[in-house]
């Protein structure tokens, strides 16, 4: 039989009341909602020393010189 309960979900969970002093259980835990996210990413990985990496890397540091330049330009001209 299918189920959707998930073994690796505490049933029994516990709080420590300071006021108290001592453990109560937290009401409703054996059955209380339990949420798993599963993360996926395509993509592919290039080696920095390939044809292909060098070329992305000279991309990235071109795109970098741009912007620092063109920074500097709105700078200069916010001074005018």
Known sequence: MLTANDPNVATNLVYYSFAENAHKGVPGS???EHVVFHFSMDGT???K?????????QA???????M????????REARQ
């Open 60 to 66: 990235v540091k071109d795109t970098r010189r741009r």
């Open 68 to 75: 620092a330049d063109r920074d500097k330009e709105l700078d």
């Open 30 to 32: 054996a059955e209380s």
């Open 49 to 57: 020393e390939s044809e292909e990496g060098e070329r992305q890397l």
């Open 45 to 47: 990985l290039v080696a």
